[in-house]
């Protein structure tokens, strides 16, 4: 009867270490799939949400590239950073986001502090010391 | 009596041996089904995967394409759908209109993709955008297989009639138009029985991506591309 039990146990352990040791191939082959292609999607998102903010207008004189690249030149208002904020509701579909230059922050939205899904656009500065700025996305 | 019992014995052991038996081709019918079960769903989710990947490249494609992309001075402004070309390509969504299937050389082989276009700057309080929907058909390299005739033979066989609306509402939006033994038979007659189909409903299918929609008089509004990717082999 010993005997027995014992077979019974080494049967169910090796019948649970077999399943195991097949689907688990599987489980990480999906979430290595699944991690890739919703960091592909997210960068794809975050440079199409960039690009479309800096393709729309600000109003019928300026673009929201101009209001974004010359805001050291002309000010940066809350109106201005209200539209973009708006805009960039739309396009998200975000809790919170930030938008970031190298060295500072540039406007944020929402409680949270965003961190995940980073998109990057580089931006051409006629009048500031520096020709080009670089300007990222941060938002979840 | 010493007889009795020893075959009682024996019996029990040959029913014992039996059951350990059949426990342990239960259990390596369950290890070769696991098996097999396994591999398939591993060749499911690299297709999944690949068609995903298929539908995100696509995307990308087609809003940086000239046959819908706005231009400026011959600069392709990718991202920048142009309203004229959306017109000529696809239908508004919300008209009673068939969707046509179109090839406008963009696509994958053997593919049917569901383009959806929506301006999220002219939304209902229902939160129902207006936008545009069409099929584009990419090359077919199949012998025997036509999506495009499958396609046509449907919109031939659609039937508009007092009891459209009425069917609309009762029995839905594709019962209404079609009598199913017209859809069986286009199905049989344009689809060969190998026919594989693989739709996913992934993030550029739920989600989309930001696009920004250009007016004849010079509006730009926010809007979104939505590709859905259809592969068949």
């Known amino acids: ?140 | 009596m010493f007889s009795k019992q020893a075959k009682n014995k024996g019996l029990t052991h040959t029913m014992m041996f039996i059951l350990k038996g059949l426990f342990a081709i239960a259990i390596i019918g369950l290890l070769y089904w696991l098996f097999l079960d396994t591999i398939l769903q591993m060749h499911v989710a690299i297709n999944e995967n690949t068609n995903e990947r298929h539908a995100i490249n696509l995307a990308n494609v087609l809003i940086s394409s000239e046959k819908l992309a706005y231009e400026n001075d011959r600069k392709m402004m990718r991202g920048i759908l142009d309203v004229d070309k959306l017109d000529e390509i696809f239908v508004r969504s919300g008209s009673f209109t068939l969707i046509p299937i179109k090839d406008i050389g963009i696509g994958y082989p053997n593919s049917l993709t569901l383009v959806r276009i929506i301006d999220l700057e002219k939304c209902n309080s229902f939160d129902i955008c207006d936008g545009w929907i069409g099929y584009l058909s990419g090359p077919i390299t199949l012998q025997g297989l036509s999506i495009v005739n499958f396609g046509e033979c449907v919109s031939e066989h659609a039937r508009a009639d007092i009891w459209t609306i009425f069917k609309f509402f009762v029995a839905g939006p594709v019962l209404a138009w079609w009598h199913p033994l017209d859809l069986a038979n286009c199905a049989e007659n344009n689809i060969p029985s190998s026919f594989k189909l693989l739709f996913t409903n992934s993030q550029i299918t739920s989600e989309g991506f930001p696009i920004v929609i250009k007016y004849p008089n010079g509006d730009m509004h926010l809007g979104r591309i939505y590709v859905l990717l259809g592969e068949f082999s």
């Open chain 1, 1 to 140: 009867m010993k005997g027995q039990a014992e077979i019974a146990i080494m049967g169910m352990i090796f019948t649970v270490v077999a399943i195991i040791a097949m689907r688990f191939p599987l489980i990480i082959l999906q979430y290595h799939l699944a991690v890739n292609l919703n960091l592909e999607y997210e960068y794809n998102n975050a440079q199409l949400t960039l690009l479309s903010l800096v393709s729309t207008k600000y109003n019928e004189t300026y673009s929201m590239y101009r209001v974004i690249s010359e805001r050291n030149l002309n000010g940066f208002d809350e109106s201005m950073k209200e539209k973009i904020i708006f805009n960039m509701d739309l396009l998200t579909h975000a809790k919170c986001f930030r938008l970031v230059d190298e060295t500072s922050t540039i406007l944020e939205k929402g409680d949270c502090s965003a961190a995940k899904h980073s998109g990057e656009i580089y931006l051409f500065k006629p009048y500031g010391q520096e020709l080009v700025e670089k300007i990222y996305l941060v938002y979840e």
